[in-house]
Structure formats: C-alpha cells, structure tokens
C-alpha cells in the first residue's frame, strides 16, 4: 500500500515518523508524527463504503456542537474533501489530529464510574439528533439487524458449515441464533424507545487522563437503535465483558451508575440489557464471519470470536439473574 500517495493528500509538512498501532479491529490505523503535529491516519478496511464514511463525518461535527465535556475525533480536510477515496483501488482514508490519552482500566471502580458517566453523556446529546435529519445519507443496521448486520451476508444460517471449527460448536451457534430470534419477539426491546448511539462504545474506544474520560473516538457503528445498547455494549459487548475482569460485578454496578447519574434509564430499558449483549456479540459474529470469508481475518481471529460468543451465552444463562439486581441495586 502506498501509505504516502494517500498521507500526501493532505498538507501536513515534513513526516518524521509513521507507523501502524493496534487501534480497533476493523481498520488499517496509522500514527503519524510531522514536525508541528501528530496525526491517526485510518485506512478502511472493512468495506468500501463512502455514505459510512460520511455518516460518521456528520455526528462528529454534531457532537463538536453539542455540550459534551470531551472531545471527539475531527476529520480534517484536503484541498479536495475530508475523505480520500481512490478510484483506481477504492481505498477511503481519512486524517485526523490525535486525541491524547489513554485507555480506561474498567477493573478500577472510578475509571468504571466515569466511563459509564461520559456514556450517559453522550447519549443525552445523541438523543436531540432527529431519526430523519441525515437520512438521505442512509444508515448503519441497528443490532436487531443482527442476521444482516455486515452487507456481504445475506443468509448466516447456509455460512455456519463454512466456520473453521467443531460440528458441536456449528450447532451452538444455530441454536443461539434461533433462540435469539425467538426472544426478540417477546422481549421488551420492540417496545424501547429509540435515539442514535455510539454503537461501539468499549475500552479501545475510550481515552482518559487521571482517571477522567477525555475523548471518545470511532463513531464507525454510530446508528439509530434503542437507548441502553450503548450501556450493554460497555458492560459485556466489548472484547472482553466487564464480568470477566469483575467476578462481584462491583464495577457493573459503578459503570452503571455513572450512567444513569447522566441519562437516568426505565427498569423494562434495564431489563433488557442481557437480551442486547446477547443481539450485540450476533452482530459482530456475523461482521467478522465476513471479514472472515473475505480473507481479511484468519482462522485463529474466527476461532477467538467463536468462543467469544458461546462463553457469553454460556455466562448470561447462569448469572443473568445476578446481573440485573446489580444494575437495578437491589444486591
């Protein structure tokens, strides 16, 4: 890849250093350093597609509006646009300056607290955003999508026989699909209001200085879905669930809180929340099941997402119980 053919685009001065970081799953994130400033250049890797691109580009510069008290990434613009998109390759790029901190550490009570604050934040200033007002640049899938949820899978069911691992396995994940169908239609989830989100709001996505959430970053899965997806999302949709660095669930309680003290959430919203970590590790399976047959993950990745969804199932099934009086306090 011809990193500088793409950097150059933009007027950025003499290039001291470049290298790739390990930022996200999706793309291809480089940190560049001139002699004035420091830059994340993201290659997108995952799909081509422009109008995502684009949709991210509109809530940021809303956010930067909007009284939040961190900062969000900003694209900055070429002579041209703020996208570099190539015609001969497809490559869609974007520069942004870097946003300094570090990630949050959720096994500590007050990163959890403040975490779940900043979340409860930003929500609140994503729910004045009208469901209609960006609408012609169309819109990510929302997680009850989940069987559609990458655009180059049209039938999961047919792609299970595909996955590099057990028959036994093959079939757990059938089942968990199924039943997750089957409680979307007696969950309280239809019923949910709905606002735009963050859609990927994890550690990884998370900066923080002195324990205070300073910038939140990669709005990529930014869609229109019910309110306490970002919640479930932050306490067991991330890479690893908040219950595997917190056995007490001391820090599900204070991730919690510091939500609500911003965005206070109805009890059928909160009850909810298990079925949504369920909907939300469907989602991303089918999202890497794609980059998976696209060569773009190896079987080792696909393996690691795999156990990833069964040990949730496998966790929800024996403590759901215990984790809704946590969020709920009432034990």
């Known amino acids: 890849m011809d990193l500088k053919g793409i950097y150059s685009n933009w007027e950025i001065g003499k290039v001291i250093e470049i290298r790739e970081i390990n930022q996200g799953f999706m793309n291809k994130t480089y940190s560049i350093i001139t002699e004035e400033n ?17 949709r991210e580009y509109f809530v940021l510069e809303y956010l930067r509006d909007c009284q939040v008290y961190f900062e969000v990434p900003t694209f900055i613009r070429s002579s041209d646009d703020y996208v570099y998109h190539s015609s001969e390759n497809g490559i869609i790029a974007v520069l942004m300056p870097l946003l300094k901190g570090d990630n949050p550490d959720l096994s500590d009570a007050n990163q959890a607290y403040e975490v779940g604050k900043a979340l409860g934040n ?3 200033a994503l729910s004045k955003l009208s469901e209609s007002i960006h609408k012609n640049l169309g819109g990510n899938p929302s997680y009850d999508q989940f069987r559609y949820f990458h655009p180059s899978i049209k039938n999961i069911d047919k792609i299970f026989d595909q996955l590099p691992t057990s028959f036994a396995k093959r079939q757990q994940l059938h089942k968990i699909f199924q039943q997750i169908d089957k409680e979307s239609e007696n969950s309280y989830y239809p019923a949910l209001a709905k606002q735009y989100i963050h859609g990927d709001y994890t550690p990884g996505n998370i900066l923080t200085n002195n324990g205070k959430v300073t910038g939140i970053i990669d709005f990529e899965f930014f869609c229109y879905e019910v309110r306490p997806m970002d919640l479930a999302i932050a306490l067991g949709g991330g890479p690893k669930a908040l219950w595997e660095m917190d056995k007490d669930l001391t820090n599900v309680v204070m991730l919690s809180k510091g939500y609500v003290s911003m965005n206070p959430l109805t009890e059928q919203e909160i009850l909810c929340i298990p079925y949504l970590i369920r909907l939300r590790r469907a989602a991303m399976f089918v999202y890497f099941t794609a980059r998976y047959l696209k060569g773009l993950d190896n079987e080792k990745w696909m393996n690691g997402i795999i156990d990833w969804i069964l040990s949730s199932e496998d966790w929800l099934r024996d403590n759901k119980g215990r984790l809704l009086n946590k969020i709920l306090q009432k034990g």
């Open 38 to 54: 420091s830059y994340i250049l993201r290659i997108y890797e995952s799909e081509s597609d422009l109008s995502k691109v684009r």
């Open 122 to 124: 930003l929500n609140k």
